[in-house]
Structures are given as C-alpha cells and as structure tokens.
C-alpha cells in the first residue's frame, strides 16, 4: 500500500497541489484498503490520513494498511478536521476531485480551509487501470460467477415468465455462488423492448420468438463483472439470424484485434465497420466497450473518440450490440484481460446463438 501512497504522491506535480483529498470510493479503498463507502483520504507528502466516523472506526482500523492513520471526525466532521490537518502539515494547495465532491461539501471545505482547494479531474482513477494479478483474479472469479448464473438461467427462460422475474433469478443465482451483490441492475429485455440497449426489466411476458438480452454482472470481493448473452425463445427467423450472426462477426473480429498499443478507437473501428457495412450503421449507436474493475464503467474505453493506448493488465468488455426499432436487438459481451500478445477471454458462456 505504501507503494501506492509513493505513486499518489508521484502526481502533486501535476495536480499543482502539495496534497489530495481522495473522495471517490474506489481510490480511497485502492489507496487505502479502507472498502466502507464512508470515509475520505487526505494525503500530504509526509503522511496520510484516512477520515471516517465512529461508526466505521474498527472497520477502517482493520482494513487500513501501512502508513496511514485512521482519524475519527464524529466530534468535528469533516471540513474541520481536514482544516485542522492542512494547517499542521502546512498545506497551501489542497486537491480535491471534482468528480465526486457535491457543491454544497465543496462550499464547506472551502470555509473551513484555509489552504487554496484545487479541481482535479480523474487523475487518482488512472492509478487503477492497469490491474495487479490479485486484482485479475477476482475479476475472473467475478466474471466466472456469471457464467454460472447464465447455465442456471437457461431453463427458466420460457414464454409466460416475465422480464422482473428473469433479472431477480439472475441476481440470486450469482448470490448463491458468492458474489455480493450486482455490479449494476440485470438488464433483461425480450421481444421489442431488446431494441433498447438499456431497458429496465419489465411486467412483459417473455413470447415464443422473443430475443432476450441478458446484460447483468456481480460484485465479488469488491470487483465487477460484465456479460451480455441475447438468446431466442425457440426458432429464430431469418432477420433475427442475419442480426445475431452480424454481432457475434463483429464482436469475433474485435476480439482478434484486441492488443496493447492499439487504441480503443481502433478496436471499436473494427466492430463498427462491420455492422456498418452490413447496413446496420446506425443501429449501434453505443461505444464497443469499457473497461471495468473496482467500478464497473472504468477508463479507458473502446468507442469512436478513445485515443488512449491499451495496455497490458488492462480489463475492457467487448460489447457491440444491433438495436432495430419495432423489431428487436442484439448484443454479444465478454469481459477480457490484454495479455502481453493480445487477450484472455474471462467469459465461457456460449456466443452461438442459443435457440430455446
Ligand atoms: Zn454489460
Ligand atoms: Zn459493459
């Protein structure tokens, strides 16, 4: 962990800053191993503290490794005891994330410290997109709890059951193997609500001939995982195969040309070409794919603006979709690894198309 507060402290320069304080969840539990959602990090170039309230004073104490000082602010709260901190450690410029601190605890901070308070942009976030092999194995235990909840699915995929019920069984499916909890909501959407790539699960009724898409993922040890499978309630009819085999093309070739020190543009090219040349253009209208860890929507991405190069030790779903109004969608996502030479599919459930 030390290591970390090293690197945390490696980006004062740019930050313009002679310390942070962390708000986003997911640093502070990086930086500190603290995993409660209460709590902030004030790091200094001489020490670091991590500030929570009675309530959480064992967990953090517990789960606070190294150099950092667990600080209970339950008699002061939080402007207070930052203020008190930056005065004796001398700080003149404090960082703070713009991302995840609300206006109103900004406007407090800002009265109560008399250090100048500093925007800074995701730059903390960047510390975790290269995942250790530690980190790799939860997501692989993660992603591995859904693939075991899309086997158990299958059976209960039948006309009469509805959209609300699938998505619960999802979610107590990978309970039952052990993750936590969701990553996100279970997207489950049949018929002509699967044209809509995000759709809430519903009352409807799943029919003979429906697609369903199942995006859904778990939480396990604090890791995220992702899938998508779109499946056929019995005999899929010609459109629905063209769509379906187009996805399962363009997600293939996106895959084989996932490496580190390509761009996520240029993977989500491969993808889009492919379903633009078939016509289908302006059906995937999304990014190909994000990357995915303590969160699940992390940096970098794959999508028609990324510039940034992927490296190895990097997770990135792979996730193209074909979304036909009054008809019905597709997608098809794995969630991989980049390897020194390409990538490792974390996924193994089926991608050809399941009729049931
Ligand atoms: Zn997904
Ligand atoms: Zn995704």
Known sequence: ?????????????????????????????????????????????????LLTDFRFLFQAQEEVKGLIQVVDISSVGYPAMVAELCKTYGISKLAFE???????????????????????????????????????????????????AFSEILPHLKPGVTELEIAAKLTYFMQMHGASGNSF??????????????????????????????????VYQGYCSDMTRTVVLGKADPKQKEIYDLVYRAQTEALAALRPGKTG?????????????????DCFGHGLGHSVGLEIHEDPNCNTRETRILKEGMIMTVEPGIYVKDFGGVRIEDMVVLTADGYENLAFSEKKLIEL
């Open 185 to 218: 909501p279970p997207i489950v959407a049949s018929g002509i609500n699967s044209s809509m790539p995000h759709a809430m699960p519903s009352g409807r009724k799943l029919e003979k001939g429906d697609f369903v898409t199942m995006d859904f993922g778990c």
């Open 265 to 281: 543009m240029e993977v989500d090219a491969v993808a889009r070409n492919i379903i633009a040349e078939a016509g289908y253009g």
């Open 1 to 49: 962990m030390s290591d970390v507060l090293a690197r945390v402290r490696e980006m004062f320069p740019i930050m313009k800053a002679d310390a942070v304080l962390v708000s986003d969840h997911a640093n502070v539990r990086y930086i500190s191993g603290y995993t409660n959602d209460t709590g902030v990090l004030l790091v200094t170039k001489e020490a670091a503290f």
């Open 98 to 148: 713009r991302e995840t601190v609300t206006y109103r605890e900004f406007e407090e901070y800002r009265d109560a410290v008399s250090a100048v308070l500093v925007p800074i942009p995701k730059y903390l976030s960047e510390l975790r997109w290269i995942k250790t092999p530690e980190e790799i194995e939860k997501l692989r235990t993660a992603e591995h709890i859904g693939d075991l």
